[in-house]
């Protein structure tokens, strides 16, 4: 396994060891001993799974406020994502910077997003699949967002009309978000 840190302390490529040959491949995407070596300590206690049918699915900015914060390991394990991480941490020296991968089923790559950054992605393909582990439970209470437009954050989306839920067209901006890390 491979460690890339990014522009974003905190926020890391892992690049899991992958055995291929003529029968297909076999892949660890998750050991906890492996991480915990490579000093990623999270203890994930849920997994998620979603399926985005078109390209030019966008989803997010999303994170949950504390003191239900949560960490994540998200992969793309069908088709191929833009995966965006935002540092919301108002004392940071990074805040409001972005980070951003191509995570597809093919590259096998995943992105360690912290507690204090807000997650999005946008499909580059159809039938997506993303799955992530997170470190603390659901909590509706606690769910927030931030628009995927906002012009503090410029994000560089690889399209210019995203197809977007209801609850993202009217996420608030940066400066108007419910942060509290």
Sequence with gaps: MNIIETKLPGVLIIEPAVFEDNRGFFMESYNQNKFAEKGIQN????????????KG???GLHYQ?????QAKLVRCT??????VAVDIRKD???FGQWTGITLSAGNKKQLLVPKGFAHGFC?????????????AFYSPEHDKGIRWNDPDIAVDWPVDEPILSEKDQHQPFLSEADINF
């Design 65 to 69: 406020a504390n003191p239900m914060a």
């Design 57 to 59: 699915v966008l989803r």
């Design 43 to 54: 203890q994930f206690v849920q997994d998620n799974h979603s399926l985005s049918a078109a």
């Design 92 to 94: 940071s020296p990074t």
């Design 78 to 83: 069908r088709g191929e994502i833009f995966d």
């Design 123 to 135: 499909t580059l393909t159809e039938n997506v699949e993303v799955m992530y582990k997170v470190d």
